[in-house]
């Protein structure tokens, strides 16, 4: 392989999975800073809660409200099965490239 392929090949595979993993964070991100909103406005319990001096609030709504549970799924969505797999597909790649690096030197 001529070092000017895998510069380009090594361009493309940043170019490409860092965006992918930008968005996917960004994803993330933007739910955190939702659900942290959506708790902090309309709970009274909250302030209780995440300085942990009386959780029942919380375990009730987290028990029986389906609003909860849609939260939680959309975080698991998002943290296992779009970030993490994204991850996991940046390292599977960047060990291609890598090995070629290594290849190319020889």
Same mark, same amino acid.
């Given at each position: 392989m001529s070092n000017d392929t895998l510069v380009n090949e090594?361009?493309?595979f940043y170019t490409e999975r860092m965006l992918e993993? +930008?968005?996917d964070d960004k994803m993330?991100?933007?739910d955190f800073k939702d659900n942290y909103k959506h708790w902090k406005k309309n709970y009274h319990w909250w302030a209780n809660y995440l300085y942990k001096r009386e959780m029942s609030g919380?375990? +009730?709504y987290a028990l029986t409200d389906k609003d909860y549970k849609n939260r939680v799924a959309t975080v698991h969505f998002l943290a296992?099965?779009?970030f993490l797999p994204e991850i996991?597909?940046?390292k599977e790649e960047a060990e291609i490239i890598i090995?070629?690096?290594h290849e190319n030197k020889n």
């Open positions: 090594i361009i493309d993993i +930008e968005v993330r991100a933007d919380f375990v +009730e296992y099965l779009v996991k597909r940046f090995s070629k690096i």
